[in-house]
């Protein structure tokens, strides 16, 4: 089994920052492909951040610049570093992970997902 438990959510004004952190409870952690996804109410799940093999990472366009998703193998932790947050930026925010190589931003690509932790940008 693999659990992922999410963390650090919470309010912010637009402009502030946020690091969320997602434990990863599995004796493979390393071999993870991991990433962040998120979903506002009426919206899709959107992929935010992927990060896989060594230091591989993807982003989507609208977090580019913003967002750092990176990983501590030896804490089995996966962290997004958010920053210059928007009120777009309100959401859910899911951590995500799968045994199988891939800097995928789709839902489909992973089998492993936490429950969620909140994050509202007030303007």
Known sequence: QVLLVESGGGSVQAGGSLRLSCAVFSPAYSGYSMAWFR???????????AIA????????????????????????????????????????YYCAADFRWTLGLRANDYNYWGQGTQVTVSS
Request: charged share 25%; net charge positive.
């Open 39 to 49: 979903q506002a109410p009426g919206k899709e799940r959107e992929g935010v951040a």
């Open 53 to 92: 093999g060594i230091a591989n990472t993807n982003y989507a366009d609208s977090v580019k610049g913003r967002f750092t998703i990176s990983r501590d193998n030896a804490k089995a932790t996966l962290y997004l570093q958010m920053n210059s947050l928007k009120p777009e930026d309100t959401a859910m």
